[in-house]
């Protein structure tokens, strides 16, 4: 398995809904459950699947997701074959402008990807949070026969009425691709619960298992202006009778797209409950960057139900059902709950320092500061007793200028907002 598959991990997109999170990086580069990015979840899913030649695709905001992937992966011991390696966008005397889709950018590398002599490449989003062994994926594919095996998720509660959901026989092929939008939830969700043999539905999970041959023709020959996987490359195989099958997945999977899926996945891990993802699966373990942080300092604090990261100096604070990142400062008498801090990249142990550079307020959390359903971007400055709490329950606003939006009733301060003392939010 280790050499028979290639995977190829796409951080695409411009335009996201993660904004303003992605304002300065990219989605795979997003900072989750404390110590980790959310690119991660997927690189460890291929490791503890014995799948170690690993291209990651980047264009957009990529310096931070670019210098991460080299720092965390290079030394991990994959061998002499494996790898983790970064194609990046790129200008050439035959292309002169950027990707213009995630099939786009894996066409314009397809110079360096297909000389790897593999069977099957195994294409994945570096934003989704599940626990998959692809082995059974690609094992499905190869006992099926099929030139492209799509994973689908068949688990009711990952399944969004306002993407594009897929139509398949008893057999498992692909007969028909549809777009659900709002108007058309009540028919979504009758094919979903459809009991019949022969038709059943769910949404495609963004991983596709194609075979060499077929990737390569795809995009060379028969689609050479496509640009996107799902909306074009695949609805055409699909027009063009290629066999083109489904793997369903029951497990739990998150498309981290939103500001609201985000916050969820951050929650949930914090409360491990059931539908959190587990980061401390002995037998799936999460690599990541090593820190070499000191241990957190905890000065009559009271935690419940939260998780804290590494390096973190909290003085007599409360924190419920909250994620607290990197070294963060917490100072005494500050409340968060129901909040996501990312926490900082550095300490900052010169008080005189922020004078000299004009900011009267350090990095960190001030005293008296009560922060509740927010989510807190990196190196921000919080002063003392600042009220982040959406007290007229505001949904949407944009006070960027400010530093600050709130997006579905969450309360999302920027990296490097300065929020001064007494501030309401």
Not at 23 to 51: E, M, T
Not at 330 to 339: H, K, L, Q, R
Request: proline share 3%.
């Amino acid at each position: 398995m280790h050499i028979s598959v290639l995977a190829i991990i796409l951080d695409d997109g411009s335009e996201t809904k993660l904004y303003p999170l992605t304002k300065r990086i990219s989605k795979g580069a997003i900072p989750i459950a404390a110590n980790y990015r959310l690119i991660d979840i997927v690189v460890s899913n291929c490791i503890n699947s014995n799948i170690i030649r690993i291209y990651a695709l980047t264009q957009f905001n990529s310096t931070s997701l670019n210098s991460h992937l080299s720092r965390a992966y290079s030394n991990i011991g994959l061998g002499k074959d494996g790898f983790v390696e970064i194609l990046t966008a790129y200008q050439s005397p035959e292309e002169q402008g950027w990707f213009k889709g995630n099939a786009d950018a894996v066409r314009r590398w397809l110079w360096v990807i297909k000389d790897h002599p593999v069977e099957e490449f195994l294409v994945l989003s570096s934003h989704h949070i599940y626990e998959m062994d692809y082995a059974k994926l690609i094992k499905g594919h190869r006992d099926s026969g099929a030139d492209i095996t799509v994973a689908v998720s068949c688990n009711r509660r990952n399944n969004n009425p306002s993407y594009d959901f897929l139509i398949q026989n008893h057999r498992n092929k692909f007969s028909e691709v549809k777009h659900a939008p709002d108007r058309d939830r009540d028919n979504y969700a009758a094919i979903g619960n459809s009991t019949k043999e022969e038709v059943c539905g769910g949404r495609s999970m963004g991983i596709y298992v194609i075979k060499r041959d077929i990737m390569i023709k795809l995009l060379e020959k028969l689609l050479p202006k496509a640009n996107d996987f799902r909306s074009e490359v695949i609805q055409r195989a699909i027009s063009m009778g290629m066999k083109v099958h489904a793997y369903m997945f029951d497990g739990q999977w998150e498309d981290v797209e939103t500001i609201e899926a985000f916050y969820r996945a951050n929650i949930e891990s914090a409360r491990r409950t059931s539908h959190g993802f587990n980061f401390h699966d002995r037998n799936s373990p999460i690599y990541t960057m090593p820190h070499c942080l000191p241990p957190t300092v905890l000065t009559n604090a009271l935690i419940r139900e939260s998780i804290i990261g590494d390096g973190c100096i909290l003085h007599r604070c409360e924190i419920t059902d909250s994620v607290i990142g990197m070294r963060t400062y917490i100072g005494e008498e500050a409340v968060i709950e129901d909040s996501v801090i990312m926490g900082s990249d550095y300490y900052q142990v010169q008080q005189n320092w922020t004078k000299l550079q004009g900011f009267n307020v350090p990095v960190g959390i001030g005293e008296q500061t009560h922060i509740r359903k927010a989510i807190v971007d990196k190196n921000a400055r919080i002063g003392r007793n600042v009220r982040i709490v959406n007290t007229d329950g505001v949904q949407e606003c944009n006070r960027e200028e400010h530093g600050y939006i709130i997006s579905g009733g969450i309360v999302v301060v920027l990296s490097n907002a300065v929020i001064p003392d007494g501030s309401i939010l």
